[in-house]
Protein backbone atom coordinates (compact mmCIF):
# COMPACT_ATOMS: atom_id res chain seq x y z
CA UNK A 1 0.00 0.00 0.00
CA UNK A 2 1.58 3.10 -1.59
CA UNK A 3 1.70 6.29 0.91
CA UNK A 4 2.90 9.46 1.84
CA UNK A 5 2.92 11.51 5.04
CA UNK A 6 2.74 14.79 5.22
CA UNK A 7 3.81 17.05 8.35
CA UNK A 8 5.28 20.46 9.40
CA UNK A 9 2.38 22.96 8.09
CA UNK A 10 0.93 25.77 10.51
CA UNK A 11 0.32 29.04 10.92
CA UNK A 12 3.58 31.55 10.51
CA UNK A 13 4.22 35.41 10.24
CA UNK A 14 4.77 36.89 6.91
CA UNK A 15 8.96 36.24 6.75
CA UNK A 16 8.56 33.44 8.74
CA UNK A 17 10.16 29.77 7.90
CA UNK A 18 8.23 26.11 8.10
CA UNK A 19 9.82 22.70 7.13
CA UNK A 20 7.64 20.44 5.48
CA UNK A 21 8.43 16.64 5.63
CA UNK A 22 6.89 13.82 3.87
CA UNK A 23 7.52 10.30 4.29
CA UNK A 24 7.32 7.57 1.76
CA UNK A 25 6.48 3.99 1.82
CA UNK A 26 4.96 0.77 0.08
CA UNK A 27 6.92 1.96 -3.16
CA UNK A 28 10.75 2.42 -4.27
CA UNK A 29 11.30 5.85 -2.92
CA UNK A 30 14.82 6.36 -4.26
CA UNK A 31 14.25 5.80 -7.95
CA UNK A 32 11.77 8.45 -8.22
CA UNK A 33 11.17 12.14 -9.11
CA UNK A 34 9.71 13.68 -5.76
CA UNK A 35 8.07 17.02 -5.84
CA UNK A 36 5.76 19.29 -3.42
CA UNK A 37 2.82 20.81 -4.89
CA UNK A 38 0.45 23.48 -3.90
CA UNK A 39 -3.11 24.37 -4.49
CA UNK A 40 -4.68 27.76 -3.05
CA UNK A 41 -8.25 28.33 -2.90
CA UNK A 42 -9.72 28.95 -6.18
CA UNK A 43 -6.53 28.24 -7.63
CA UNK A 44 -4.86 24.99 -10.03
CA UNK A 45 -2.54 23.14 -8.23
CA UNK A 46 0.89 23.69 -9.07
CA UNK A 47 4.59 22.55 -8.65
CA UNK A 48 6.32 24.28 -6.10
CA UNK A 49 9.31 22.02 -6.59
CA UNK A 50 10.74 18.74 -7.39
CA UNK A 51 13.98 16.93 -6.50
CA UNK A 52 15.74 13.71 -8.79
CA UNK A 53 16.99 10.60 -7.37
CA UNK A 54 20.18 12.09 -8.29
CA UNK A 55 19.06 15.07 -6.52
CA UNK A 56 18.67 17.74 -9.30
CA UNK A 57 16.50 20.06 -8.41
CA UNK A 58 13.80 22.78 -10.32
CA UNK A 59 12.13 25.29 -8.57
CA UNK A 60 8.95 27.45 -9.54
CA UNK A 61 9.94 31.09 -9.65
CA UNK A 62 7.91 32.29 -7.02
CA UNK A 63 9.67 30.13 -4.66
CA UNK A 64 13.63 30.30 -5.97
CA UNK A 65 16.38 31.65 -3.74
CA UNK A 66 13.33 31.08 -0.48
CA UNK A 67 12.48 27.67 -0.58
CA UNK A 68 14.64 24.58 -0.96
CA UNK A 69 13.63 21.31 -1.84
CA UNK A 70 15.90 17.67 -0.08
CA UNK A 71 15.85 14.34 -0.07
CA UNK A 72 17.22 11.51 2.56
CA UNK A 73 16.42 8.55 0.44
CA UNK A 74 17.73 6.41 3.58
CA UNK A 75 14.75 7.77 5.45
CA UNK A 76 12.21 7.86 2.03
CA UNK A 77 11.77 10.98 3.20
CA UNK A 78 11.55 14.54 0.80
CA UNK A 79 11.67 17.96 2.92
CA UNK A 80 10.87 21.44 2.01
CA UNK A 81 12.37 24.22 3.50
CA UNK A 82 10.40 27.51 3.19
CA UNK A 83 11.86 30.58 3.89
CA UNK A 84 10.72 34.20 3.89
CA UNK A 85 7.38 32.96 3.81
CA UNK A 86 4.57 35.54 2.08
CA UNK A 87 1.12 35.50 1.95
CA UNK A 88 0.71 34.54 -1.16
CA UNK A 89 2.38 31.06 0.09
CA UNK A 90 -0.44 30.24 1.63
CA UNK A 91 -1.82 26.62 0.08
CA UNK A 92 -2.29 23.21 0.93
CA UNK A 93 0.93 21.65 0.08
CA UNK A 94 1.20 18.18 -1.41
CA UNK A 95 4.03 15.65 -1.96
CA UNK A 96 4.21 13.66 -4.82
CA UNK A 97 5.59 10.94 -6.93
CA UNK A 98 3.93 12.14 -9.95
CA UNK A 99 4.93 10.32 -12.34
CA UNK A 100 3.35 7.26 -10.46
CA UNK A 101 0.39 8.79 -9.88
CA UNK A 102 1.13 8.54 -5.82
CA UNK A 103 0.01 11.95 -3.99
CA UNK A 104 0.05 12.86 -0.03
CA UNK A 105 -2.73 13.93 1.85
CA UNK A 106 -1.90 17.70 2.28
CA UNK A 107 -0.88 20.20 4.92
CA UNK A 108 -1.87 23.44 5.22
CA UNK A 109 0.25 26.50 5.31
CA UNK A 110 -1.09 29.67 6.07
CA UNK A 111 1.21 32.91 6.33
CA UNK A 112 -0.29 35.84 8.03
CA UNK A 113 0.40 39.58 6.78
Known amino acids: QVQLVESGGGLVQTGGSLRLSCVGS????????MGWYRQAPGKQRELVAA???????NYADSVKGRFTISRDNAKNTVYLQMNSLKPEDTAVYYC???????WGQGTQVTVSS
Open 96 to 102: SAAANGY
Open 51 to 57: ITSGGST
Open 26 to 33: GFIFSINV
